[in-house]
């Protein structure tokens, strides 16, 4: 069983660095609920994960077969639902410039398989 391992460490009262394989990044909340806006918020980072995790499949898929596709873009949106506050639905919307909409489909499918977050937070059946 493979393992991914980073660090969080406190930086301010409401802030924290994230680390991982020599990258970093800082996790805050805005201003409005307490922080001082150093950063995303952890739940933030989790959509971009998801979306990071999507672009960096589809990439991979696009490079390995060579397809015609460039300026890929993803937008995520994630529904927020309280008690417990929660992301209930998370929505990925992809655009790039490409010819073939059926090798189009068969890349974004790929991607989905191959995304460990996707994968993650999907329900299997």
């Known amino acids: 069983m493979a393992e991914v391992n980073l660090q969080v460490v406190q930086i301010s ?5 994230g680390n991982v394989r020599g990258h970093s990044a800082f996790i805050d909340r805005p ?4 922080g001082i806006d150093k950063g995303p918020m952890g739940g933030e980072f ?3 994960g998801l979306g990071g995790c999507f672009m960096s499949n589809l990439l991979a898929a696009v490079k390995a077969r060579e397809a015609d596709v460039s300026n ?3 937008e995520v949106t994630g529904t927020v639902e309280d008690s417990p506050t929660r992301f209930t639905a998370a ?5 790039a410039d490409f010819q073939d909409r059926t090798l189009m489909n068969k890349l974004v499918t790929i991607a989905e398989r191959g995304c460990l977050v996707a994968n993650t937070v999907k329900k299997h059946t």
Do not use: H, N
């Open 91 to 95: 929505q990925l919307a992809i655009t």
């Open 46 to 48: 989790f959509l971009m």
């Open 31 to 34: 201003e409005a609920k307490g």
């Open 13 to 17: 009262e409401s802030a924290a660095e």
């Open 72 to 74: 890929v873009r993803i």
